[in-house]
């Protein structure tokens, strides 16, 4: 392979740069290529207002898969035979994808379909909210390059599960092993539960530090775990519509080579542009676990219950939003820390430039400055023993 193209990105067609690759020198492909949405997706950078769009739109089905059929044997021609292919897609095309891999792949070199599961904000019509997207991952032989990954046991796991070795027995049924005395016999250590093919890794939200205002862009986490699994340092990543360049990214903060191919030059631009500062978002989800985020004690928890409130986490002026006749209501519970007039100021704070019917906070203690009766404030107070809230939503 011509060593000059290794860590770099290449403003070309797809195919024809991948026809310039040697065969057998790839380890891993990541695409996330067009999705058959039929849009033109644009949007702005935050940072300089810089626009970048891309078109994803063909005559027909047979034009798209003719197109990634194309795609998909280059692939596969400069693969190693331990490597792999990553295909990101959604329910736009995800069925004819998955047949096109069958036919290039072979069946017997499917491994897995990845659910990259993710929450977001969404006025949706009629229909459920999409909130995930798939990754097929094929090998090109069965001696592909794979390293296992453990996480944490569910917080139902049963000890006994995690402490005692279990065997089938001669059903084919697991029970727990025990030795010549009928005692039952402690496992080794458990390294967890090998990770499975749902990724909960939360999208970019819109004041992420890596987001760079390239439509579709992916957390460079994701990349990550995918780089992660099925190569080594130093082995080359290659992504054939690399947009803003984040499997490139991903793939240098991993000591790993990268090829990045594009036929935008904005995206190329944008590519060395993020190869060059390597800002990448740290996932407080990821790190520390869902259950870090949710802050309210079990007095707030049961009082937003019990007011059918939706809760609010991380939020110092906001506890949660009660629902009524189409129309969100904030509510606050002081805080034992606080006095009125700071868990008015909070409030305010955070519902500053945004218009609600009313807005409440439930008084729990009588702490309190000397200015409070001075305050000018629409806010609605509530002392929590007398719950007068329900007597409140009915004058909205």
């Given at each position: 392979?011509?060593?000059n193209?290794i860590?770099?990105?290449?403003?070309?067609?797809?195919?024809?740069?991948?026809n310039?690759i040697?065969?057998?020198?790839i380890?891993?492909?990541?695409?996330?290529?067009?999705f058959f949405?039929?849009k033109e997706?644009?949007?702005?950078?935050?940072?300089d207002g810089k626009?970048?769009?891309f078109d994803d739109?063909?005559s027909?089905?047979?034009e798209y898969i003719?197109?990634m059929?194309?795609?998909?044997?280059?692939?596969k021609?400069?693969l190693t035979d331990?490597?792999s292919?990553?295909?990101?897609?959604?329910r736009?095309a995800?069925?004819?994808?998955?047949?096109?891999?069958?036919?290039?792949?072979?069946e017997?070199?499917?491994q897995?379909e990845i659910i990259?599961s993710?929450?977001?904000?969404?006025?949706?019509?009629?229909?459920?909210?999409n909130?995930?997207?798939?990754?097929?991952?094929y090998?090109?032989?069965?001696?592909?390059?794979?390293?296992?990954?453990?996480?944490d046991y569910?917080p139902?796991?049963?000890?006994?599960?995690?402490?005692?070795?279990r065997?089938?027995n001669?059903?084919?049924?697991?029970e727990?092993?025990?030795d010549?005395?009928?005692?039952v016999?402690?496992s080794?250590?458990?390294?967890g539960?090998p990770?499975?093919?749902v990724w909960?890794?939360?999208?970019?939200?819109?004041?992420a530090?890596?987001r760079?205002?390239?439509?579709?862009?992916?957390?460079v986490?994701l990349?990550?775990?995918?780089?992660?699994?099925?190569?080594n340092e130093n082995d080359?990543?290659?992504?054939?519509?690399?947009?803003?360049?984040?499997?490139c990214?991903?793939?240098?903060s991993?000591?790993r080579k990268?090829i990045?191919?594009d036929k935008?030059p904005?995206?190329?631009?944008l590519?060395?542009?993020r190869l060059?500062?390597m800002?990448?978002?740290?996932?407080?989800?990821?790190?520390?676990?869902?259950n870090?985020?949710i802050?309210?004690?079990?007095?707030?928890?049961?009082l937003l219950?019990?007011l059918?409130?939706?809760?609010?986490?991380r939020?110092?002026?906001?506890?949660?939003?009660?629902k009524?006749?189409k129309?969100?209501?904030?509510i606050?519970?002081q805080?034992?820390?606080?006095?009125?007039?700071?868990?008015?100021?909070?409030?305010?704070?955070?519902?500053k430039?945004k218009?609600?019917?009313?807005?409440?906070?439930?008084?729990?203690?009588e702490?309190h400055?000397?200015n409070?009766?001075?305050?000018?404030?629409d806010?609605?107070?509530?002392k929590y023993?007398d719950?007068?809230?329900k007597n409140?939503?009915?004058?909205?």
């Amino acid at each position: 392979m011509n060593d000059n193209i290794i860590d770099t990105v290449i403003c070309g067609d797809s195919c024809k740069v991948l026809n310039s690759i040697s065969s057998n020198s790839i380890n891993l492909v990541y695409l996330d290529p067009p999705f058959f949405s039929q849009k033109e997706h644009e949007l702005s950078s935050r940072t300089d207002g810089k626009k970048y769009s891309f078109d994803d739109k063909f005559s027909s089905i047979d034009e798209y898969i003719t197109f990634m059929s194309s795609v998909l044997k280059e692939i596969k021609r400069v693969l190693t035979d331990d490597g792999s292919i990553f295909l990101h897609c959604d329910r736009y095309a995800s069925h004819y994808l998955r047949e096109e891999l069958d036919k290039v792949f072979g069946e017997e070199n499917f491994q897995s379909e990845i659910i990259w599961s993710y929450k977001r904000w969404s006025n949706s019509k009629k229909g459920l909210l999409n909130a995930h997207q798939n990754i097929y991952f094929y090998s090109k032989t069965k001696n592909f390059k794979f390293n296992q990954f453990y996480t944490d046991y569910s917080p139902s796991t049963n000890i006994d599960q995690i402490l005692q070795e279990r065997v089938r027995n001669s059903k084919g049924k697991s029970e727990y092993k025990k030795d010549s005395k009928g005692n039952v016999v402690l496992s080794t250590v458990k390294k967890g539960v090998p990770l499975s093919d749902v990724w909960e890794i939360p999208f970019l939200n819109p004041k992420a530090k890596e987001r760079c205002g390239y439509p579709t862009q992916k957390p460079v986490k994701l990349l990550q775990r995918v780089i992660e699994l099925v190569t080594n340092e130093n082995d080359i990543v290659l992504d054939p519509f690399c947009g803003s360049g984040t499997t490139c990214v991903a793939a240098k903060s991993l000591n790993r080579k990268f090829i990045g191919i594009d036929k935008n030059p904005d995206a190329i631009s944008l590519s060395n542009k993020r190869l060059s500062e390597m800002i990448i978002s740290e996932s407080g989800v990821l790190s520390k676990g869902i259950n870090s985020y949710i802050e309210k004690n079990s007095f707030e928890t049961n009082l937003l219950n019990l007011l059918n409130a939706i809760p609010v986490q991380r939020n110092k002026g906001i506890d949660g939003f009660i629902k009524s006749d189409k129309t969100l209501i904030p509510i606050k519970i002081q805080k034992e820390t606080e006095t009125i007039d700071e868990a008015i100021f909070n409030l305010e704070n955070s519902v500053k430039g945004k218009e609600f019917p009313i807005k409440i906070l439930i008084q729990t203690n009588e702490k309190h400055d000397s200015n409070l009766f001075e305050r000018n404030t629409d806010i609605k107070v509530v002392k929590y023993v007398d719950l007068q809230i329900k007597n409140l939503l009915k004058i909205v």
